[in-house]
């Protein structure tokens, strides 16, 4: 079967917001970030690259090392930043689609979906979705799941709502033709070696029967 690496970043640079707690390691510098770009070429999988938060970052300094490159990417924006310091404006949103970068949701607030009640998660993704669609005038039919925290609800939710492609965090190769779609989030404390064992697709068994017991019981497939 089909296998692709999908890359999830954050925040690139210095952040010109308030972290939340426990955000900061998933802020990569600007130069680790285009390390990790000049490795992809020569990645034996096909990547791809995505952006959760809707961070400023992804405009002012992703987009341009990414175009420079011929490489296009899917940003998850949360609608309740939108326009707020350090986070993407409804313009930069229209600015990144018209350069070919796709925009998808990745909630209102940035809560915990998992944990959320029902009419707090339905209102996360059908709100954030309206307000994206007002800001591009199209549908929103993607989504990246906060923190990567979902269970079986959580998915019935985003297929219920009628979303085409949902991604995750939970590292591994994704099946390009999936409805759901495992990222490797990258991290700053990440090295150069570390970034080419994910690009390369390679994981320890130990790892990978872990990684898969999780999500088997995280979509509800274990009982
Ligand atoms: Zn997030």
């Given amino acids: 079967m089909n296998r692709i690496v999908i890359l999830?970043?954050?925040?690139?640079?210095?952040?010109?917001?308030?972290?939340?707690?426990?955000?900061?390691?998933?802020?990569?510098?600007?130069?680790?970030?285009?390390?990790?770009?000049?490795?992809?070429?020569e990645a034996p999988l096909p990547v791809a690259i995505t952006f959760d938060d809707g961070n400023a970052s992804d405009l002012d300094l992703a987009a341009p090392r990414l175009i420079d490159r011929g490489l296009t990417a899917e940003v998850f924006a949360l609608s309740g930043r939108l326009d707020r310091p350090g986070s993407l404006s409804a313009a930069g949103l229209r600015e990144l689609e018209a350069a070919g970068f796709r925009i998808g949701t990745h909630g209102v607030d940035h809560v915990d979906w998992r944990r959320a009640a029902p009419e707090t998660l339905a209102r996360e993704i059908d709100e954030s979705r309206a307000r994206l669609a007002e800001v591009l005038g199209r549908e929103i039919d993607t989504a990246a799941i906060p923190f990567g925290s979902y269970g079986p609800h959580v998915l019935r939710a985003l297929r219920r709502a009628?979303?085409?492609?949902?991604?995750?965090?939970?590292?591994?190769?994704?099946?390009?033709?999936?409805?759901l779609r495992p990222r490797t989030s990258l991290r700053g404390d990440m090295d150069v070696p570390r970034v080419r064992a994910i690009l390369d697709g390679t994981e320890s068994p130990l790892r990978r029967l872990r990684r898969s017991a999780a999500m088997r019981w995280k979509r509800g497939l274990s009982d």
Avoid at 18 to 40: C, H, K, M, N, Q
Avoid at 162 to 179: C, K, M
């Fill in 8 to 41: 999830n970043f954050h925040g690139i640079g210095v952040p010109r917001r308030d972290l939340e707690p426990g955000e900061a390691p998933y802020w990569v510098s600007e130069d680790f970030f285009t390390r990790i770009l000049d490795l992809i070429p």
């Fill in 162 to 179: 009628g979303l085409a492609r949902v991604f995750t965090s939970d590292g591994g190769l994704a099946n390009p033709e999936a409805w």
